[in-house]
């Protein structure tokens, strides 16, 4: 079951707040407010699944340092910046950082729901990324030592001939074994393969 994905607003200021769930709502979205980015930090909000509009003017801390907090933590949030017209170059920043968006105030209902939607399309390949990940380590795990000695060789662009030297093992031996790996790692071919090892986490 795909977890419902949540669009997370962290302002400082009460109205903007309520009429942003509100449209959040109508607009047929999950959504949850917070009064600052330490209530938002001591939530459980920066490892759930969905996006981020937080403001870049805040006391204690602003919308810039709350991006580089969650950066530290490895969130999967994607975050959309909402910023004053002054606040340009510091959106900008919070763009180089990685936000998916800067929302320039005032801002028309459309242009805050399609900042939304990107991030959230973001959000799902962030997730699907992830579980294939997951999915690539648990595959490598189920590997003996010595299938793992060959995809290791084999990632290093070794030919089989070159493989069966260095292991000490005939060409027909790395041929099986090749044969084991591609299979356990559920690669279709060389590509396949080394594109999954590549996706593990290192």
């Given at each position: 079951?795909?977890?419902?994905?949540?669009?997370?607003?962290?302002?400082?200021?009460?109205?903007?707040?309520?009429?942003?769930?509100?449209?959040?709502?109508?607009?047929?979205?999950?959504?949850?407010?917070?009064?600052?980015?330490?209530?938002?930090?001591?939530?459980?909000?920066?490892?759930?699944?969905?996006?981020?509009?937080?403001?870049?003017?805040?006391?204690?801390?602003?919308?810039?340092?709350?991006?580089?907090?969650?950066?530290?933590?490895?969130?999967?949030?994607?975050?959309?910046?909402?910023?004053?017209?002054?606040?340009?170059?510091?959106?900008v920043q919070a763009m180089k950082a990685g936000?998916?968006?800067?929302?320039?105030?005032?801002?028309?209902?459309?242009?805050?729901?399609?900042?939304?939607?990107?991030?959230?399309?973001?959000?799902?390949?962030?997730?699907?990324?992830?579980?294939?990940?997951?999915?690539?380590?648990?595959?490598?795990?189920?590997?003996?030592?010595?299938?793992?000695?060959?995809?290791?060789?084999?990632?290093?662009?070794?030919?089989?001939?070159?493989?069966?030297?260095?292991?000490?093992?005939?060409?027909?031996?790395?041929?099986?074994?090749?044969?084991?790996?591609?299979?356990?790692?559920?690669?279709?071919?060389?590509?396949?393969?080394?594109?999954?090892?590549?996706?593990?986490?290192?």
């Amino acid at each position: 079951m795909t977890q419902e994905k949540t669009v997370f607003v962290v302002d400082d200021e009460p109205e903007i707040r309520e009429s942003l769930v509100m449209l959040l709502e109508t607009a047929g979205y999950k959504a949850k407010a917070y009064e600052s980015a330490v209530a938002f930090l001591a939530s459980n909000a920066p490892e759930s699944v969905g996006c981020l509009i937080v403001d870049v003017r805040m006391p204690d801390m602003d919308g810039l340092e709350l991006q580089q907090e969650l950066l530290a933590r490895h969130s999967p949030l994607p975050v959309v910046i909402m910023t004053g017209h002054g606040d340009i170059p510091i959106a900008v920043q919070a763009m180089k950082a990685g936000a998916v968006d800067f929302l320039e105030k005032p801002f028309d209902d459309d242009v805050l729901l399609e900042g939304v939607r990107r991030a959230l399309d973001r959000a799902t390949s962030a997730v699907d990324h992830a579980n294939a990940a997951k999915d690539a380590a648990q595959r490598l795990a189920l590997l003996t030592d010595r299938e793992r000695q060959v995809l290791d060789l084999i990632v290093a662009g070794k030919a089989n001939k070159v493989i069966a030297y260095e292991l000490s093992i005939s060409p027909r031996t790395v041929e099986i074994h090749r044969s084991r790996v591609m299979e356990k790692m559920g690669a279709g071919n060389l590509a396949d393969l080394v594109r999954t090892v590549l996706s593990i986490p290192s």
